[in-house]
């Protein structure tokens, strides 16, 4: 999910903040965590954006959502309207919701999650007692992604479906951290690239 408009990072947009350790964007160095660990990527994005000034790999998939300024639970629901009727997408059983500024996530954390999937199942990563992303979201409750509205995101099927919500533990920060100020981006630089002891 990159159609969010981040107002608390200022001016610059955030999806396309310089991730000094690869030289990325912040969108495109998440989205190279997730290559690594997924094997069809959807990006959405707003309908004005341009997928090369964010540093979207050419191997990722685009859904524009029209709604994006509502908040993430329209660009949810923008994205699951596209997906559920394409016949893309009829064989897969589960779909991973992923944010788009979360750039320190390893590419185990989410290949951990991935043998809990199925239809019926909601998967969520677990670091230190503390909920993650991505979700992953079985195929029964696409519907109810469809009908998200406003800025909540997925919480509403979270909280009606935790029964069914399989929680991993799972040692990697990555899955809580995303960036929400400028600041967060300098801190989250630092944690991976300490400065050296003298």
Request: proline share 8%.
């Amino acid at each position: 999910m990159a159609a969010g408009y981040s107002r608390r990072f200022g001016a610059e947009d955030k999806r396309m903040a310089y991730w000094p350790i690869t030289g990325r964007t912040l969108l495109g160095e998440t989205l190279h965590q997730l290559q690594q660990a997924l094997a069809n990527l959807v990006v959405v994005i707003r309908p004005e954006d341009s997928p090369q000034a964010l540093g979207i790999p050419g191997a990722c998939q685009i859904i524009h959502a029209p709604h994006a300024a509502q908040g993430l639970g329209a660009s949810i629901a923008d994205a699951l309207d596209v997906i559920q009727r394409s016949g893309q997408w009829q064989q897969s059983h589960s779909l991973a919701l992923m944010l788009g500024d979360m750039p320190t996530l390893q590419p185990a954390s989410v290949r951990q999650l991935l043998p809990y999937a199925s239809e019926k199942q909601i998967v969520r990563p677990i670091y230190q007692g503390q909920p993650g992303h991505p979700v992953v979201f079985g195929r029964d409750y696409w519907p109810a992604l469809q009908q998200l509205s406003a800025d909540n995101g997925a919480r509403q099927v979270l909280q009606h479906h935790q029964q069914q919500v399989r929680r991993v533990a799972v040692a990697d920060p990555g899955v809580v951290h995303d960036i929400d100020t400028a600041a967060a981006l300098t801190a989250a630089f630092t944690a991976e690239n300490p400065a050296p002891r003298s």
